[in-house]
């Protein structure tokens, strides 16, 4: 755990310090707050030594920009179906045939980059290791969702 805990903070701090206009009195958004949590559980869940997280941390932040890059022409593509439908657009206005190509070929490519990342982890981690994070990944979103939920049913 305390291991655990050094690496996150030097992971924090090593990505702050090539930050340009980096504030002084840094407020954590809730997305990074959410980032720094998953972290923590992470490390803990998958008792990496201190290498090992380097390289699956960078590893992984390689996979989630790229990933994020697929998820945004994903979204511009539903975008702009989106404003053809709420235009009224007719089929020789706006292509929803092709649009709708696009989208299934953008959520196959989101597979299978997915698929390339958990694939090289093999040599970072052991399959025990891949398959506790496939695990942790999933369960970490779903629990997130879940005490959202239920905050927002109590208020």
């Known amino acids: 755990m305390k291991n655990s805990?050094?690496?996150l903070i030097l992971l924090t701090f090593a990505g702050s310090m090539f930050a340009q206009d980096y504030p002084k009195?840094?407020?954590?958004?809730p997305k990074e707050r959410m980032e720094q949590l998953e972290k923590i559980k992470l490390l803990e869940e998958m008792n990496l030594d201190e290498q090992t997280s380097i390289r699956f941390f960078s590893r992984r932040g390689e996979f989630k920009d790229a990933h994020k890059s697929i998820l945004d022409q994903r979204?511009?593509?539903l975008d702009e179906v989106e404003l053809a439908l709420k235009?009224?657009?007719s089929r020789d206005e706006f292509d929803y045939k092709t649009a709708i190509n696009d989208l299934i070929g953008i959520e196959k490519k989101l597979i299978?980059?997915?698929e390339e990342?958990?694939?090289s982890l093999s040599d970072i981690l052991t399959t025990e290791q891949i398959a506790k994070y496939i695990v942790f990944e999933s369960k970490f979103f779903h629990q997130i969702r879940e005490s959202l939920m239920k905050r927002r049913?109590?208020?």
């Open 5 to 7: 805990l050094i690496i």
């Open 25 to 29: 009195k840094h407020k954590w958004s």
């Open 75 to 77: 979204d511009s593509l």
């Open 87 to 89: 235009k009224d657009k």
């Open 112 to 114: 299978s980059h997915r």
């Open 117 to 119: 990342f958990i694939n």
């Open 153 to 155: 049913r109590g208020k």
